[in-house]
């Protein structure tokens, strides 16, 4: 074997065990992730979220946690607004840390409370709480895109349903 074709291989061998490991550290991420959100609902109890319990006869409240500058927070916005037919059992809510100049959130409740948004922040943004009328954290999810906030309140209409 002579010496170029050698260190081909050699380039080859690394190149394979540099994607496996990239694959392992975003399962791995993945995994913290979702630990992560449960473990944070699980310590968050109900004195502390009263201010986000469901108004107007509805089961559970699905709050998206926003930053004011954020761009993907004002990508997921419309998909969070936008109606929800006639299924009043999940009530729809902003929680941010300051007062929203760059987002638009039209009929939503807003609650502006920086204690509340960091009792409930999961270390990443935006985020998407279900909160039931106890007023206790059922579960937190990243709502990075569109499909991940349609998710999150299909499976809360759903559950608020039942």
């Known amino acids: 074997m002579t010496p170029l074709v050698a260190v081909v291989v050699l380039q080859g061998v690394a190149l394979v065990l540099v994607v496996l490991a990239l694959v392992g550290l975003q399962q791995n991420l993945r995994r913290l992730e979702r630990r992560v959100g449960r473990a944070g609902a699980r310590r968050r109890g109900a004195t502390e979220l009263t201010a986000l319990r469901p108004l107007d006869g509805a089961n559970l409240s699905c709050v998206l946690l926003v930053s004011d500058h954020c761009p993907i927070c004002a990508s997921v916005l419309p998909a969070f607004i936008e109606p929800g037919g006639a299924d009043r059992s999940v009530e729809r809510l902003v929680l941010s ?66």
């Open 97 to 162: 840390r300051v007062d929203l100049t760059q987002h638009d959130v039209g009929p939503l409740r807003t609650v502006v409370d920086r204690d509340l948004y960091d009792a409930l922040d999961p270390g990443w943004q935006p985020a998407l709480a279900v909160v039931d009328a106890g007023g206790e954290v059922l579960a937190i999810r990243p709502a990075g895109s569109v499909d991940a906030v349609r998710a999150v309140l299909g499976t809360a209409a759903e559950r608020a349903g039942r």
